[in-house]
């Protein structure tokens, strides 16, 4: 874990960095927070997307009416001074705002947040066999978020709840991950992770309206297909297109390119990881780790 974390505005001792048992996320899951991750390449360490991410962080207070009271260029610097300050190169980076210490009504006088980031070590978060073997998935019994009630736009902590009856139903039962359908029957996504079936060459993913979280590794991948002269289609999937696909892979900052090799332990294509897949994963890991041409500005290093 980080030995420093970045709390209100300095850097402090990870065991400095603490909350009340009052504070109002921890009751009503008002919270919002990132999930970014950092590499090594060539030129030092390098922060994927860093704006885009805290970017989002900001759009996810915004919609809960929660102030975050320090500028983008202040929390940006705040992560690139955690994974320096704690020595690391490769690191999976936390930040967070929340509500603290504004009393127990649902509609506290203050919206304003407590802000922290912390940077600490983590490898392949489903498993470091997973980015080549695949993973057995399952359809969960829980459905995604209904429209109109969270919005799965903000990366709220609220939100978190269905993610953790997703996948803990799905690990209990021998499975890697969970995929939620949405309340139409539809897909969705999974716990953590963005959904990509391939048919006949053409890429598919389930559009905002299904009620997903817009990831940026998503966005990232429909990129990296269409620049390879892949037709990418934000499209409604049913569930039973991921019995018949040819390949199936979910994206995630934490997850990166997972492919899927069982659904229902019904086998996804040949059960292995495609050849699409193959291609895209190591264009992915080939732009994070600074090893091709960096065309989007997207990676943020620390150094500057
Ligand atoms: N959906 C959910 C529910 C997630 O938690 C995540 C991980 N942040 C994603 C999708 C993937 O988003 P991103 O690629 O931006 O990490």
New binding site residues.
């Given amino acids: 874990m980080s030995d420093l974390i970045w709390f209100n505005g300095k850097m402090v001792p990870a065991e400095q960095a603490t909350t009340s048992v009052l504070s109002h996320a921890l009751h009503y899951g008002s919270s919002v927070f990132e999930?970014v991750r950092a590499y090594d390449t060539p030129k030092g360490p390098a922060i994927f997307r860093l704006t885009d991410h805290i970017q989002r962080l900001y759009d996810s207070a915004k919609i809960y009416r929660m102030e975050i009271p320090y500028t983008l260029e202040e929390i940006t610097q705040a992560c690139k001074d955690a994974v320096k300050e704690n020595g690391l190169t490769n690191a999976y980076l936390r930040p967070f705002a929340y509500l603290g210490n504004v009393g127990l009504g649902l509609n506290p006088k203050s919206h304003l947040a407590e802000v922290s980031v912390a940077a600490m070590q983590w490898g392949a978060y489903l498993g470091d066999e997973s980015l080549e073997n695949g993973v057995d998935v399952c359809i969960s019994s829980w459905n995604r978020l209904a429209p109109n009630t969270m919005p799965t736009a903000a990366?709220a902590g609220g939100?978190y709840l269905s993610?953790q009856l997703i996948s803990g139903e799905a690990k209990r039962n021998g499975y890697v991950e969970g995929i939620a359908l949405d309340t139409n029957g539809n897909l969705s996504?999974?716990?953590?992770?963005?959904l990509f079936v391939i048919k006949k060459g053409i890429l598919y993913t389930p559009p905002t309206t299904a009620c997903?979280?817009p990831?940026?590794?998503?966005d990232t991948l429909m990129t990296l297909a269409q620049e390879r002269g892949y037709e990418v289609r934000e499209e409604s999937i049913a569930r039973e297109a991921l019995y018949l696909a040819d390949e199936f892979f979910m994206?995630?900052?934490?997850a990166e390119v997972v492919p899927v090799g069982s659904v229902d332990r019904i086998k996804v294509g040949n059960g292995k990881r495609g050849p699409i897949t193959k291609e895209l994963q190591q264009a992915y890991f080939d732009l994070v780790k600074g090893k091709s041409e960096d065309k989007h500005g997207w990676l943020e290093y620390i150094n500057e």
């Fill in positions: 999930g990366k939100n993610s996504e999974g716990a953590g992770e963005n997903i979280l990831g940026l590794t998503r994206t995630g900052t934490a």
